[in-house]
């Protein structure tokens, strides 16, 4: 099965990943972009206002390019974040006017995602939730900034939930689920969603 999860910074989406690794060992886990690229590798990847096309660009591409490797629902991979991603967190900087990121740029990516999304068998936001309110921590990575999560949040709902961008793809969409509660309950939707969608698959 193949999975992503998606939303804003420090809401537990990480969590999520390595928790469902730990307790399922036969998944591969894919690392989020920024890691891999930025703090252990080769880029310097910058946040909020100062990001630019070549630092979210590359970010996306590579999500993409690592979501292309698995073609089937037997491969079992779980990808901290998934390409839509990159177009809210472009869209927020393009609502600041501060770099080359603007609001044409943002629709450019629309179709890559789009394209790459068909790859998925699910997609599981993790939104902002005033019930299950999730702490900042200073991890020395990303900035300790409560409006600045709350404004991606408010576009990552926009594109889940109001249909902007119309990301998914017409054909093989993944299942697009919400992550929501505690931990353990999070990892239970996320299971009971892979039972649903298998069953639904599974020929007569």
């Known amino acids: 099965m193949r999975i992503a999860i998606s939303g804003s910074h420090s809401l537990g989406k990480s969590t999520v990943v390595s928790e469902w690794v730990a307790a399922h060992p036969g998944y591969l886990r894919e690392e989020e972009p920024f890691r891999a690229l930025g703090l252990f590798g080769p880029y310097e990847i910058k946040f909020r206002e100062a990001s630019t096309r070549l630092q979210n ?42 770099t080359d990121i603007d609001d ?45 999560r709350d404004e991606v949040d408010a576009i990552f709902k926009e ?9 998914m793809p017409r054909e093989q969409a993944p299942r697009l689920i919400e992550l929501v509660g505690p931990s353990e309950q999070r990892q239970e939707q996320l299971k009971n969603a892979i039972l649903d969608l298998r069953q639904c698959t599974r020929p007569d």
């Open 104 to 148: 044409a740029f943002v629709a450019s990516m629309v179709p890559a995602v789009m394209e790459s999304l068909d790859h998925l068998d699910i997609l599981a936001f993790v939104p902002k939730s005033e019930a299950w309110p999730v702490a900042m921590e200073e991890d020395g990575i990303r900035p300790v900034d409560h409006a600045y």
């Open 57 to 98: 660009g590359i970010q996306m591409y590579y999500n993409i390019s690592r979501i292309h490797r698995y073609s089937s629902m037997s491969d079992d991979v779980i990808f901290d974040r998934a390409p839509v991603d990159y177009l809210a967190y472009s869209q927020y900087t393009a609502n600041q006017g501060t």
């Open 159 to 167: 594109i889940y939930r109001d249909g902007r961008f119309d990301v």
